[in-house]
Structures are given as C-alpha cells and as structure tokens.
C-alpha cells in the first residue's frame, strides 16, 4: 500500500520539480501540470489551498525558465527530432508538441530543425518506421496483396500520405535516400 503524500510546502514543490527535471525534459506548460496535479493530492488529502499552490507553481515554473532549466524552444527541438528519427510524420511531431503545451512559434522551429537535419522530412521518417516495423521491403519473406493493404495502413496511421507510403512500400524510398547519401 502506498503511503500518502506528505503535505505540500514550497520546499517540497521545488525538490519534486528538480527531481522531475533530473529525469525527464519538459516544456513548461507540462512541468506546469504535473506540479499541479502535485498540488491537487496535497489539497485532496491534507486539505491546503488550492490557489496558493497554483500560485507557487507558476512562480516557480517562471523561475526555472528565467534561469534556463525550462526552455520549451530546446524541448521542442529534441523532442521533434527524437520522434522523427524513430519514424514520425510532421503532423504527428506538431500534435504530440502541442500536446506538451509548446506554443505555435518554438514547434515550428523545431520542425524548421527537423527540416533542416534532414531534407527529405516526412519520407526519410517513413522508411525509418517501416524500417523498425519492418512493413513493406524490410520485412522478410515475400509479401501479398493483405500484408501490403496492412502496411499501407498502418504508415497511414502514423501520419504519413498515401504518396509516401507507396513509395516507401515500393522500395523506391530507401534506395532513392541510400544513393543520395553516397
């Protein structure tokens, strides 16, 4: 059984976003909640103010990123990265940021890095996925008209248009992105 969190004082809220911070990289908005869902408990269980802990969350969120341990610009743009190396499409990229509570300037510079890393964007992410799930060229054995229906929808799922994962189906893709990298 768990044991009850401890009475929230402004002490305690600044080591549990530290620790926080030692852990995970963070936009501000999502450091914002997970210290208030912090507040809800302490104001569940032992009854403190509400507002008050409100209050210290967004001074302290403010604090940490006057002093440069919240940047959501930095956030966005490893964050945009690490998803498009493992096979994400750009429309998938913008909503997970979004949903961090990055604003609308800092994800399109992390998507205008992303671009930039990388200039063959959504279809280098494509054959990164169908290359980790092994759809379409990547997988062994041969495929058949279900397993190819199968592929096309699940790049389909990931964000991709029905272009890209034709060609990445085809195997055009990848050796089009090889030979331009030699």
Known sequence: ??????????KSLENGALFYLQ???????NLRRVLLRRVERSARIHDTDRD????LVDR??????????VD??????????????RGAASRVIR????????????IEAALAAVAEANPD?????AVNLARRRRLGPFRAGATD????????????RAGFSYDIARRVLSGEAGQEMESRNR
Request: aromatic share 4%.
């Open 95 to 106: 909503a997970r940021l979004r949903q961090k509570g990055v604003g609308d300037g800092d």
């Open 121 to 125: 964007g959504d279809l280098a992410a």
């Open 145 to 156: 008209d279900d397993r190819h229906r199968r592929d096309l929808a699940a790049l389909a």
């Open 72 to 85: 959501d610009r930095t956030y966005a743009e490893g964050r945009a990265l690490s998803l498009h190396r």
């Open 23 to 29: 852990r995970f990289s963070t936009s501000a908005e």
């Open 52 to 55: 008050e802990g409100a209050e």
């Open 1 to 10: 059984m768990s044991r009850p969190p401890r009475k929230l004082t402004p």
């Open 60 to 69: 302290l969120v403010e604090r940490f990123q006057a002093v440069g341990l």
